[in-house]
């Protein structure tokens, strides 16, 4: 057989596509999503430090490189590559920008790029609804007062994942340090028809000591939020931005995360906790502890849940769009893309 028949074709995969895959699939891919938490848990995968580019002349600005391998149905390796610019925003365009690249399981070769931040947020907010309702069920009620803090991208996407997959809220809160972005995302919400009240708080206090369920999504470099007694309620934190809350709160809550080691780095508040008491004895576990039963949560505490955010997951989801696309003859492939194939000419 030719050598350029194993070879497989290289396909590109638009934003637009993308969409089309995913969109209405909200509780499959909370699905899909648990199922690769329980495959990295069993230790099916590989999924070494993302790898962070930064600039000397660009401060704020990062590109993020995440590799990772698959096993079990998806059986798929792979390379998400995501900018931060969160300078973007001011221009009208959105802060992360990226792409996936699948790698063939067989011969290595890449079959596919996608475009990625879709894949990205998509898989970040199933993360948030599957930990909301995990996290939750120990309480025997879900919460039904949420607040948003930080109200972009990432925040839409979460407040979607947990509409379509059957939570309703008595109060929604919104906070963000631009007046504009929560007017833009309260007017979202009420486009987009969610039920009860909401109310846009001036403070993060205000919001975080009205909230049952707070959603993190700012793009804080270092702790904000210091104040241990607002959480004397003990709500449910999705600390999705990693990096807002201070290791005394860290301390005095119970701490789920998606990886252990992943999330000890970068400066996130876990990590910082770490820096500061030399042990990990603050963390509870991971949230495929808990989904496995081998973890239990206490009622009487904040549950902080930081994600690191996994490349498994882009893979899985990745994986899943491309499918969708091929099932439906829609993959444009570049012929011609992997133009040498024979070693000796
Ligand atoms: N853990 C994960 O897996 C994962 C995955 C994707 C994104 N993220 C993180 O989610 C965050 C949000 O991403 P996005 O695309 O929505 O960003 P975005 O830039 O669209 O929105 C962030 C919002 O946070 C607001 N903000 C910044 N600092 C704030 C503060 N101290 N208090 C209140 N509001 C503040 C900004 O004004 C902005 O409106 C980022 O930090 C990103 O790195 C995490």
Request: glycine residues 8%; hydrophobic residues 40%.
């Amino acid at each position: 057989m030719p050598i350029s028949s194993t070879v497989p074709p290289f396909a590109v995969i638009s934003g637009g596509q993308v969409q089309e895959a995913l969109a209405g699939r909200e509780k499959q891919i909370v699905e899909l999503v648990e199922a690769t938490y329980r495959l990295h848990g069993a230790g099916d995968s590989v999924n070494p430090p993302s790898y962070f580019l930064r600039f000397p002349d660009r401060p704020t600005a990062r590109i993020i490189a995440l590799p990772a391998s698959i096993g079990g149905d998806v059986r798929v390796d792979g390379l998400k590559w995501i900018s931060s610019f969160p300078q973007n925003v001011d221009a009208g365009i959105p802060r992360a920008s990226a792409v996936l690249i699948l790698n063939d399981h067989d011969t290595g070769y890449p079959f596919a790029c996608l475009e990625s931040s879709i894949i990205s947020a998509t898989r970040t907010a199933a993360s948030a609804a599957l930990a909301a309702d995990r996290l939750s069920h120990h309480l025997g009620r879900r919460p039904a007062r949420i607040g948003f803090l930080g109200t972009g991208l990432i925040a839409r996407y979460i407040h979607t994942f947990l509409a379509a997959t059957g939570w309703t809220f008595d109060q929604t809160g919104v906070h963000d340090l631009c007046p504009r972005s929560a007017a833009g995302f309260r007017s979202h919400l009420e486009q987009s028809g969610a039920p009860g009240d909401i109310t846009v708080h001036t403070s993060a206090e205000d919001l975080i000591r009205s909230s049952d369920l707070v959603v993190f999504a700012t793009i804080a470099a270092e702790p904000h939020v210091t104040r241990t007694a607002w959480f004397d309620h003990h709500p449910l934190v999705l600390h999705v931005s990693l990096r807002d809350l201070a290791p005394e709160i860290i301390l005095e809550s119970a701490n789920i995360v998606d990886d252990i080691d992943h999330c000890m780095k970068a400066n996130t508040s876990p990590h910082l906790a770490e820096q500061l008491t030399g042990n990990r004895d603050f963390l509870t576990g991971t949230l495929d502890d808990v989904i496995a039963g081998r973890t239990a949560l206490p009622d009487d505490r904040t549950v902080v849940f930081s994600p690191f955010g996994l490349g498994v997951l882009d893979l899985a989801v990745g994986k899943y769009v491309y499918d969708e696309v091929a099932r439906n003859d829609q993959l444009h492939v570049i012929d011609d893309f992997f133009h040498e194939l024979r070693r000796h000419g």
